[in-house]
């Protein structure tokens, strides 16, 4: 039998953006950045916690030149119209910093077994010239009332370039169906540490709104979690729908050893309760460059709710 889940501690090591999703039959999946980013691995479990031991099964790995040879981040699994999909982003190792988000596909049963294909580039919209023109990465996809939404950032110049959130509608697993959207810019002062950054966006739907964490800052200690929220029932492509927070919903806590939380996902556990899977190191001095030192680690934090129907991030859940 599993232990019980232990919250807001390291769950599994160096591994940093995680991403876990439950099946409709209760199995869970998890993903995550690898340390040397040169790939992308699954991980399976009956069980929330079981996942923290299961085999690891690298299901891909970058490509020896080119595009998607570099830099393969934030990968996230996503199981649309009866087949699998991994969004992810990558560079080319002759041009490191050219992000763009790719998407993977099977059809099979068993995703860690079955055959993945390449589908390419994420594709834009035909009368959309801006998306994925720069620097983008970190795309998920959420589904509502019918539709399916892709999210991600996007970094435009404006001098110095800074890091944006767009939305955009979806015609099919790897092609946008409407023109991109500002959903939105690092505006705050907490926000825009190091380098003006909103990114890594993911949805939690609950009590008829759209919750949409988001991370901000540079990839230190002073990375956080901010959130935008709209109602479920809105033009969620209309920028004047969404709301957000004006201070971060989750920041480092030196008490408890936790530096730098961000790029989290949503899940529920096996009684229903909402988990956020997030990560963060447990040391303040960072050996070398943020981006590349392996010590970010994947933990877990259960999400309260307060009596207006709002999530409540806390570390003493």
């Known amino acids: 039998m599993d232990e019980a889940l232990k919250y807001n501690e390291p769950w599994i090591l160096q591994r940093a953006d995680p991403y876990v999703y439950r099946h409709t039959d209760g199995i869970y999946y998890f993903t995550a950045s690898l340390p040397a980013y040169d790939g992308i691995a699954l991980r399976r479990s009956g069980t929330l916690n079981g996942l923290k031991d299961a085999e690891e099964v690298r299901i891909w790995n970058k490509h020896d030149s080119g595009i998607m040879s570099f830099h393969i981040w934030a990968p996230e699994l996503h199981f649309i119209n009866g087949k699998w999909y991994i969004y992810f982003a990558g560079s080319d190792k002759d041009d490191i910093w050219a992000l763009r988000p790719y998407v993977l596909e099977c059809g099979d049963h068993d995703p860690l077994m079955g055959t993945w294909t390449e589908k390419g ?111 479920d029932d809105a033009d969620l492509l209309d920028p004047e729908v969404w709301s957000k927070s004006r201070q971060p919903v989750l920041t480092s806590d030196a008490s408890r050893r936790i530096y730098g939380p961000g790029h989290n996902c949503f899940t529920t556990d096996e009684e229903g309760n909402d988990i956020m899977v997030y990560h963060a190191r447990t040391e303040t001095e960072i050996v070398g460059d943020p981006l590349y030192n392996p010590n970010r680690h994947a933990m877990l934090m259960k999400i309260g709710w307060s009596p207006s129907g709002t999530p409540v991030f806390s570390y003493d859940s």
Do not use: H
Request: glycine share 8%; with cysteine; hydrophobic share 40%.
């Open 121 to 231: 580039m994420m594709q834009a919209a035909g009368d959309d010239a801006f998306s994925f023109t720069d620097f983008s990465l970190d795309g998920t996809v959420f589904e509502n009332r019918g539709e399916y939404y892709y999210v991600w950032a996007e970094k435009v110049s404006v001098g110095k370039k800074i890091s944006n959130l767009y939305i955009a509608k979806m015609e099919n697993p790897w092609t946008l169906k409407s023109a991109q959207v500002l959903l939105a810019t690092p505006c705050y002062d907490w926000e825009r540490v190091g380098f003006w950054v909103n990114e890594g966006p993911f949805a939690l739907k609950r009590n008829g709104r759209i919750f949409l964490t988001y991370s901000a800052s540079e990839t230190g200690i002073d990375y956080c979690v901010g959130l935008l929220t709209a109602p």
